[in-house]
C-alpha cells in the first residue's frame, strides 16, 4: 500500500514460519457453540471461524508482519500502475483446486462474479467499485476499478477462488450443510457431524507446498475442531487431554486455573505471545435505530453506569487494561486531548454534527473500584434526566410514563458476557430500568444479530494496523441497514463515511494515519458501546509436541499463526 514489501522476490519463507518445519501429527482444537453450515462465503448459516484459513485460497495473501503488504499465492505476479486504477494478476500455472482440476482464469472470472451477486454482504462493495473485469491472456487478467479506493488492488488479490464447474447454475446462497465449497487450499474436509465436529486433512497432492508463502506452513496431518456448549466445558476438555491448544483471554485465570496435573507433569505448555495490533472492539454495544438508544445521553449513561473497575476486578483480577478506543494500543489510535493538526482539519467541516467530545476530547469515565460506583450512576442519572427520563417511584419514565426497558440479548456459550451482564443488569436497576437478559443458542444468536434485532448485545470487532475498505461494513452508513453487516450499533454518520474514504484515498502514510485518528474519535465519542478490556498479549496453552519459530510476527497470536505455522515434535 505504501513503500515496498519488506521481503525480496527471491524470499525462502515468511519470517515467521519454519521454512524446514516437519509435517505430520494430529491436534484437536475446541470452540463453543456449533454449525449449520460449512460454507464461509455466504450469509447463511453458522460456519466454524477457523475453516476459510485452512481449505481455501486467494490471488494473494497477506503477511501478517507487514501491515498493507500481500505476496502471491495462486498469482505469480502482480501490476499496478501509480494510480492504481486497475490491477492485473498473472495466474501460477500449477494451482489446483483440492479434486486436482486446474485453476483456470474462468474459474478466477467466476468466483469474482459469484460472490460479487451471491456471497456474503463484505463481498459487494469491491463488486460495486469494479468498473470491468478483463482476461488479458491465458493465465492473466486485469480489473479496472471505477472510484479512487487505493486499496481495492489489495482487496482485490484477498477475494476467494471457487470452482467454476461445481456452483454454476446453482444455488450458492442456499446449498444444503453436505454440498461444501471445493478449494484450493492445503487442508479438505474429510469428516464432519453436524454441530459437533469437523475433521480436516492436510492435503498430500497440495499444489502449493514449494510456494515460498506456504513454506513452512500447515503442518499438521489432521486437525480436528471439536465443539462443546459452553467455555467452562471445553476447558475441562482441554484439562483432560481431548483438546491439543487453548487460547485464554482471561488474564485471572491464566495466572490461577492453569495449574491442573498435565501443566505440572510437563505435558501441557503455557505460551505467551506479544503483538501490536490494535485493540478494536469488545464490549456492550447499543443499537441507536430505535430507543432508548438513539439519543446519545442515554449511551453515556450507560456508559457511565457499566462500573468498569469492580467488574474488571471481580472477573479478571484486574489485570487487564481497559480499551479506550477502537484502535488504542496502536500507532493508529486517537491522541488524547482536544484534535490537533491534520486530525483537526479533517474534523472541521462537520463540527456543527459529530457527537460532543470528539473534537474536544473524550474519555471513558474512571470509577473508585467500590461496587456502588456513586459518582458513576449521580453522572448517569444526570444525563438520563437530560434526555427526559426521571425517577418516578423507584422507575425510569419519560414524560409519557413509559419504564425505560431493554434487553441484552446474550449467546448460551458466552459465560464470562453474562456473568458481566448480571453484574451490570445489578446498577441499572439501581436507576430504575426494566432491564432483562436474554440467552439463545448459537445459531438464533447469528440470526437475530445478523438482523439487527436485539437492543443491547456483546460485540467483538478486531482491526488490524490496515483498516480499509471493510470499515465501510463495519459503521458505514450504507451498511447500517444492510443485514448481515458488522454495523450492529447502526452508525450512519456523513463524517464517519467521510473519514473512512479519505483513508482509501490517502496517498501516504501520515494522511492515512490522521484519518483513522479521525475516525476513531468519532466512533470513541458517538457511545456506541460500552467497552471491556483489551488483550495486549496472546495466551496459549498447548501439548509439548507443538511448536512455533522464535520469530513472531507483529500480529502476535491471530488467527493465521496457530496453527498455520506451529508444527508436531514427537521428540
Known sequence: MYGTPALPPDFVSLPYARADA????????????????????????TVPWQLRFFTHESLMGRSWDEPFTLYGLLAESVEVPDDRSWVEFTLRENAMFSDGS?????????????????G??????????????????????RITFNTDNR???????????????????????????????????PYVISGYEAGRFVELTRNPEYWGMDVPFRKGTHNFDSIKLDFYGDASVLFEAFKGGDISALREFNAEKWATQYDFPAISRGEIVKSEIPHQKP????????????????????????????????INDTLTGGAQPRITSYFSNSSLAMMPGAAQGQVADLLADFADTIPPGTLEGYALPVSDGSARNRK??????????????????????????????FTILLAQNSSENIAIADLYVSAL????????????????????????????????RALSLSPGNEQRFYWGSEAADQPGSRNWMGVASPAV?????????????????????????????GRYVIPFWQFTEGRIAHVKEMKFSDTLPIYGDGPSYMPEVWWYDPS
Open 22 to 45: 516437519p509435517k505430520g501429527g494430529r491436534i484437536t482444537l475446541g470452540n463453543t457453540g456449533g454449525f449449520d453450515s460449512l460454507n464461509p462465503f455466504v450469509r447463511k448459516g
Open 376 to 405: 458513576g450512576i449521580r453522572r448517569a442519572m444526570s444525563l438520563l434526566e437530560e434526555a427526559g427520563w426521571t425517577a418516578q417511584d423507584g422507575q425510569m419514565r419519560n414524560d409519557s410514563g413509559e419504564i425505560l426497558s
Open 151 to 185: 486499496e481495492l488492488a489489495l482487496l482485490a488479490g484477498m477475494r476467494p477462488i471457487l470452482s467454476r464447474a461445481q456452483w454454476e447454475g446453482r444455488d450458492f446462497a442456499n446449498a444444503p450443510l453436505a454440498d461444501f465449497p471445493m478449494g484450493t487450499g
Open 429 to 460: 436497576k439501581r436507576l430504575g430500568m426494566n432491564v432483562a437478559i436474554e440467552t439463545t443458542d448459537s445459531a438464533q444468536y447469528t440470526a437475530r444479530t445478523n438482523a439487527f434485532d436485539f437492543d443491547m448485545t456483546t460485540y467483538r
Open 279 to 310: 485493540s478494536g472492539m469488545t464490549g456492550f454495544v447499543m443499537n441507536t435505530r430505535k430507543p432508548p438508544f438513539d439519543d446519545w445521553r442515554v449511551r453515556e449513561a450507560m456508559i457511565q453506569a457499566f462500573n468498569f473497575e469492580f
Open 120 to 141: 456474503h454482504p463484505r463481498y459487494h462493495s469491491l463488486a460495486a467499485q469494479i468498473d470491468a473485469i478483463q482476461q488479458t491472456g491465458p493465465r492473466s487478467l
Open 497 to 525: 463515511d467521510a473519514m473512512i474514504n479519505r483513508m482509501l484515498s490517502a496517498r501516504g502514510q501520515d494522511e492515512f494515519v490522521a484519518a483513522v485518528r479521525a475516525l476513531d474519535r468519532l466512533l470513541t465519542a
Open 102 to 118: 486446474p485453476v483456470t482464469m474462468e474459474d478466477v472470472l467466476f468466483s469474482y462474479e459469484l460472490l460479487g451477486t451471491e
